[in-house]
């Protein structure tokens, strides 16, 4: 699982989140921003356990995105943020269903690039009338639109 992506890529792919009958949404993701966070948050990253549970928290003053969605460990660090293609939808969870869950699901070895060393699975329930990945940032990119961009 990359995000297919490069580091000279201007588009990241992901999977469309879909909710699920009992109006929840699970997706993956890896943890990004690690090597944003402080020297504490970056060891107790390399703490991290598989099925460790961690804290979301809506950030409201981020410096690069204005609002944001931290991931912090029970103890309180802050190892870093869930990507910003969830911020919008999660913040419409989080006001009407205050508890999203974040799980710890791989640590890769410690070889492997900041951006892809811990995998998580989040899980949140969403309002009964909102679908998530609707909005125009999800617009789906012709094929077209690629080829006259590059």
Known sequence: MTGGERQTDSLEVFPKIMKLS????????????????????????????????????????NP???????????DCHLI????????DDLRVALQEHPKV?????????PDAPLARRVLIELHARMPADFEPMTSEVY??????????AA
């Not at 869950?101 to 070895?109: C, D, F, K, P």
């Not at 617009?139 to 006259?148: F, G, P, Q, Y």
């Open 64 to 74: 690069a995105t204005t609002c944001a969605v931290q991931l912090q460990t029970a």
């Open 80 to 87: 870093g943020w869930a990507p910003r293609y969830l911020v």
């Open 139 to 148: 617009r789906v990119v012709d094929r077209s639109e690629l080829t006259r």
């Open 22 to 61: 009992d109006d929840t949404i699970r997706c993956r993701f890896f943890l990004h921003g690690l090597r944003h966070v402080s020297k504490a948050g970056i060891e107790r990253a390399e703490r991290l356990s598989v099925g460790e549970e961690l804290r979301v928290a809506i950030e409201l003053n």
């Open 101 to 109: 869950s974040a799980t710890v699901q791989r640590i890769n070895l």
